[in-house]
């Protein structure tokens, strides 16, 4: 039965054209030949099901089936074409329901990841893209060439509002440019949102007339739509540049209305939670294609991994992540599965963060280039002299790395980095 | 390091009061003991972070830390004790961020899944839970005991308006309760959705006069969130009763906030994509705690697997599920990881769905009681004589699984039924 449900999917001489381009890891399930599987994938992930339907005429299956149009046993990986007319423009919901939807539980498949998808240009033109981009948000913050240096409050939750403005000037005058919330900080009891915005906006406002230098903060907005835009405009009355949400917990139904609101934030987005559904290289759905829904949406700066910090991730596949935004061209190979042209969507800022600390600055900027935010919460935090000689240290350790200096020699003049390194290394 | 950043996270005497509770299946990294992975993922879902930090106080962290009171290593199974104060009530993005965020990435971690989760009754408060119910969906469509009998009409893209709402309408002359889109039809080029529902919902009117009975519509809205209220508001406006949405593309934020608009819509969960996180056992999300979740927020109803379909789903989880769902009390064992009680929120109605024809409805009913609706798309289109006779079909196997007479004999009475059985056995 199931054959003839799913026959007519597969085409390897198709040529596609207009289509929207899904790479998919596949291992079918025992017994179902990779063929099979591949063709049950195109199908349910189009207009098929696991029967053949009396309503389906063959004039629509010819005009709207998608097309398994590559296919390798050996490496498992099987590339669909896909009519722009299966997707509604402008609905990234719509395209993950369809591409990254009930396939991952279909029994054909015993594993499915979802690695890499090419975007035709008329479906690029229904997204607006970044509002402000790297070029936006290194203007805003007068910072031109090198990395922008950024902090997360820590403990994650603890501090009231007073302290947790301190903690932000404290990394502010050591030489930070951004100070985020963390991710699980929201509104709470004992640290109201409001409250906490207003008093660290204050002492930004310190911050910056001390340090001559351009502050911001990235207050976190993650909440249920209509209060997560209530926050988001509160911010913004107050002057603040910026709005971090936790885009996986949050999801892209609201992500999209965020952007389209079009409140002059620059939009920072953390990815807590990804590695659900990005860890496995087998199963689930790349972070390579998160990123680019990110940019497509029109997030401004974009968690990417630090390649050298506490988290999972590869140096190649951060470094993919890092092109994926931040090129307009995307050749294949390297970690992209799939080529795209971003046309005139701009480029979103990479933000390496996870475990980083003034040490691996020199390695993070060779491998990630100078369009990132450093982005370091224990490394500067946990400085054994506090937060301020924390961040004096990651701004130490940055500049000599602009400059060619390695670290061991800036040690001699900069003590709070040779501090830093020495409880580090 | 990590020793010292992590100590303190461990305590089996503790015994959790008021905390919420989230269970977790572990195994640790390489070379990482059980013990300190357990911990890593306690901190770094509460307080903590990869090393000890300046700006954290010894009485900070005794209130606010979450503990390890449970660890079974041959089961994998930890148990975790999370003081309510972590939580921002009602914001369910914020929880997900935290014990469902970063932990998922950690190194320490080689494969981390987030069971179950207890809600202490205070968390539990802050949600509405849903508006009507099992009680409330079975008042509206005067159904009483049986479960209803609900079709997606197939395929899932293709047909236009005018096809779309006589497909509908074949459904329900035949025996069909509900009506439902399908998760990637929204407007589409072919098929706009204004247009559809217009259609579809005067079929809908034609089709109640002809039967004598109640029918529904559930239209998919799934769109970025405020399309996705104008057209709950448009449905609403033309007197349809229910909405459905793809949870998982859709997201947390938007979800709330169309359950909190209070609408005066029957609110339909659709779970496309969820296995790209549930399916692995050993890594991501249960769909368990995806179902809680819905509860809380309030849907109405949700697909929960159909045990014998084309869906990946065991018996023993999709029955969890349901009862989840649908009991007040939940005990341990059978599925459920961990208790719960669920107050005064409504039960939600379990929707069995994916690869379901009329031979499987008893088995179906015999192992999820009369509280479901049995939801079936190419088993009723599939038919070879078409939608209306396999609507029939359903309905006869229905019918005949409530009078508790075997379908074998049921077939000598119903040769649509026959038919049906012939086809699919």
């Not at 951004?178 to 915005?197: A, Q, W």
């Not at 008093?199 to 001390?210: F, G, N």
């Not at 087998?282 to 997030?299: D, Q, T, V, Y």
Request: proline share 4%; hydrophobic share 40%; aromatic share 8%.
């Amino acid at each position: 039965m199931a054959d003839k449900a799913y026959s007519g999917y597969l085409n390897p001489k198709y040529v596609p054209r207009a289509d929207l381009i899904a790479a998919f890891y596949l291992e079918p399930a025992a017994k179902v030949p990779f063929e099979e599987a591949a063709q049950a994938v195109a199908s349910e992930s189009s207009i098929g099901t696991w029967t053949p339907l009396s309503t389906l005429s063959k004039k629509m299956k010819r005009k709207l089936h998608a097309r398994v149009f590559s296919l390798n046993k050996r490496t498992g990986i099987i590339k669909i074409a896909y009519p722009l007319a299966l997707f509604e423009k402008g609905n990234i919901p719509q395209l993950l329901s369809s591409v990254a939807g009930n396939v991952f539980g279909m029994k054909e498949v015993k594993n499915l990841k979802l690695l890499d998808i090419n975007f035709p240009n008329r479906y690029i033109r229904s997204f607006k893209g970044p509002r402000f981009g790297i070029q936006g948000v290194r203007h805003i913050l007068k910072v031109k060439k090198r990395p922008l240096l950024g902090t997360i409050v820590k403990p994650k939750l603890g501090l009231n509002e007073r302290q947790h403005a301190q903690v932000a000037l404290q990394a502010w005058l050591g030489g930070c440019d951004l100070v985020k919330d963390d991710e699980n900080l929201t509104s709470m009891r004992f640290n109201k949102f409001e409250k906490r915005v207003r008093q660290t906006l204050r002492l930004r406002d310190k911050a910056e007339k001390i340090s001559g230098e351009r502050k911001a903060y990235m207050p976190n907005v993650t909440a249920p739509f209509s209060e997560m835009m209530r926050r988001a405009k509160f911010v913004k009355s107050l002057g603040c540049e910026y709005a971090m949400v936790d885009i996986v917990s949050v999801g892209w139904s609201a992500l999209q209305d965020l952007r389209d609101a079009d409140l002059g934030l620059i939009l920072h987005a953390h990815r807590a939670g990804h590695a659900a559904f990005t860890r496995n290289p087998r199963h689930g759905i790349s972070m390579l294609l998160i990123a680019k829904l990110c940019r497509l949406i029109g997030f401004d700066q974009l968690h990417v991994g630090a390649i050298v910090g506490k988290m999972h991730g590869g140096k190649r596949e951060v470094k993919a992540i890092g092109e994926e935004i931040e090129d307009t061209i995307i050749h294949k190979g390297k970690g992209h599965v799939l080529s795209e042209n971003w046309l005139n969507i701009k480029p979103v800022l990479a933000v390496c963060s996870g475990g980083l600390h003034p040490g691996k600055i020199p390695e993070l900027v060779k491998a990630m280039g100078n369009d990132i935010v450093i982005q370091m919460g224990g490394g500067v935090h946990g400085h054994p002299f506090g937060t301020r000689h924390g961040a004096i240290a990651a701004r130490q350790a940055l500049e000599a790395t602009m400059k060619g200096i390695p670290l061991k020699y800036a040690t001699m003049k900069h003590f709070e980095l040779a501090i830093a390194l020495r409880k580090w290394g």
